[in-house]
């Protein structure tokens, strides 16, 4: 200190006012707020239900009288400032251990903080997305046969949920102070693209591979793991981790447990290796063809577990692990305290896929079927008739409602875009995306919405589920135009001042 103290005494002897200015100069630059600013808070919380409670993502009832792992939901809040204070943009992600985001769990939990009240912020930058793990409470009234006592009801759930969450996006708001941000990526073998195709041009979802009928596996996958590193004070650790795996949490969604799948072991190492109050924002990126489960080399694979003496589980998250350490070695040397941040909502019309006369027939055929059928097979396949029953409903309404409405956030955070939509969307559509993008990194969130597939135009042909049309409420065609506008909205970002 007496150094710099003497150093600007010589200067004022021999420059004079010169230095004068210089100094004024450099204590404006100095003074707090001058500078624009990142503000940043983060914060998870525990969304496990009471139990008993039924699961969703199966076509089967199963009631969960067990916890195996809790479900968390976390959330980043992220607000831009001017020099003189003034708020120039902002965004609250939250991540959850559920199979989707039911359109109107999003709205109540604007609501909530519409009635809040909270100081600056815009409840339609808020948005919540899912990790799609299969053994997470049912959400929804109507597809499964629950018992009426003894068990939390889909509603019962949706109000705990509601009120934690709302409380969550709160904490991270008000919670917010001067931070920054980095980035990174890695790579990790974590999905499979799970369809398999035959001799015949036929395709199935989990289809077998060891026959002479077997030709390939249908698609793409992407093992490119995206990260973005928050910190916030003076800490040197991040006080969050966003990390985008295109891959869907199912490795043991045929449990009949809570279980929020790999994410929970992925937490637990970062925990280790961050600090145990780090947040995670576990996001899913275009993976509605993926899954952690085994396609091929499954004798082989297990053998390696055993050697390793690990679980599947752990396995898959020891590989995101690595990756998110890959993308580390980068990122801790390159954060940044005033970067871009944009964010944009985008209203979007997307055409339907439409239901033919023939497709009609079909889902009638097959409720007739179940309706028929022993009583044990209405109790196990209520899930499959209100599934062929929206088919039929799409039919009857289609030609006065030939669009899907669709919100779509992307965002601008430094040299990254992150682009959100409601599906579980075949992974060709992400890596379009993602080739076409002019951010350095391009994070692909599916499921920040209400969900159903959005399958690709050889998928489509080949047929099975997940790309018939009980499955897809859009088609190639719409898959199309959402690549088209969540590429155009993100190069607009940097065609812009930033």
């Not at 903080?113 to 409840?123: S, Y």
Request: contains cysteine; hydrophobic residues 40%; charged residues 25%.
């Amino acid at each position: 200190m007496q150094i710099h103290s003497n150093s600007v005494h010589l200067r004022w002897r021999f420059f004079g006012p010169v230095v004068i200015g210089s100094v004024c100069l450099i204590s404006l630059i100095l003074l707090p707020g001058v500078r624009a600013e990142l503000l940043v808070g983060a914060t998870q919380t525990d969304i496990t239900p009471p139990l008993p409670v039924a699961l969703s993502g199966q076509f089967h009832t199963r009631i969960a009288t067990i916890v195996e792992s809790p479900l968390i939901a976390a959330a980043v809040a992220l607000e831009k400032r001017d020099t003189k204070g003034n708020s120039i943009d902002q965004a609250v992600m939250v991540s959850c251990d559920l199979v989707i985001i039911p359109d109107d769990v999003l709205e109540q939990v604007r609501e909530n903080l519409r009635k809040r009240n909270l100081e600056g912020l815009r409840p339609r930058k808020v948005f919540l997305s899912a990790t799609h793990t299969h053994t997470a409470p049912v959400m929804m009234e109507g597809n499964y046969d629950i018992p009426g006592e003894g068990v939390t009801t889909p509603a019962e759930f949706v109000e705990f949920l509601v009120t934690k969450v709302s409380d969550l996006v709160e904490e991270a708001w008000t919670g917010r102070e001067a931070g920054e941000v980095a980035w990174g990526m890695g790579n990790a073998v974590v999905a499979q693209n799970r369809r398999i195709t035959y001799l015949d041009g036929t395709a199935k979802m989990y289809g077998a591979t060891g026959n002479a009928r077997f030709k390939g596996i249908e698609g793409a996958a992407d093992h490119g793991v995206e990260v973005l590193f928050i910190r916030s004070g003076n800490d040197k650790q991040p006080s969050a981790i966003a990390v985008n795996v295109a891959c869907p949490a199912q490795e043991v969604g045929n449990r009949s447990a809570v279980n929020a799948d790999y994410w929970h072991e992925v937490r637990q190492s970062l925990a280790e290796k961050f600090g145990d109050d780090v947040v995670i924002l576990a996001w899913i990126g275009a993976a509605g063809d993926q899954s952690p489960r085994l396609m091929m080399r499954r004798a082989a694979e297990q053998r390696m577990l055993e050697a390793r003496g690990l679980t599947r589980l752990e396995e898959i998250s020891r590989r995101i692990v690595a990756a998110v350490d890959e993308a580390w070695l980068a990122a801790k040397r390159d954060f940044h305290p005033d970067p871009p941040l944009k964010h944009r909502v985008l209203d979007l019309e997307l055409p339907r896929r439409l239901v033919t006369p023939e497709e009609l027939a079909e889902a009638k055929t097959e409720i007739e079927k179940i309706r028929t059928g022993p009583g044990e097979e209405l109790h196990r396949n209520l899930a499959r008739w209100a599934w062929n029953q929206q088919t039929i409903d799409r039919f009857e309404k289609q030609e006065g409602d030939p669009v899907l409405p669709m919100e779509m956030h992307v965002l601008r955070i430094g040299e990254v875009a992150i682009c959100t939509n409601r599906f579980e969307l075949y992974t060709e559509y992400g890596l379009r995306m993602k080739a076409r993008s002019r951010a350095l990194q391009t994070f692909v969130i599916q499921l920040a919405g209400q969900g159903s597939y959005l399958a690709t135009e050889e998928a489509e042909n080949a047929g099975g589920y997940s790309a018939i049309v009980n499955s897809c409420e859009v088609g190639p065609r719409g898959g199309g135009v959402l690549v088209d506008e969540a590429v155009n909205a993100i190069n607009a970002m940097w065609e812009e001042n930033p």
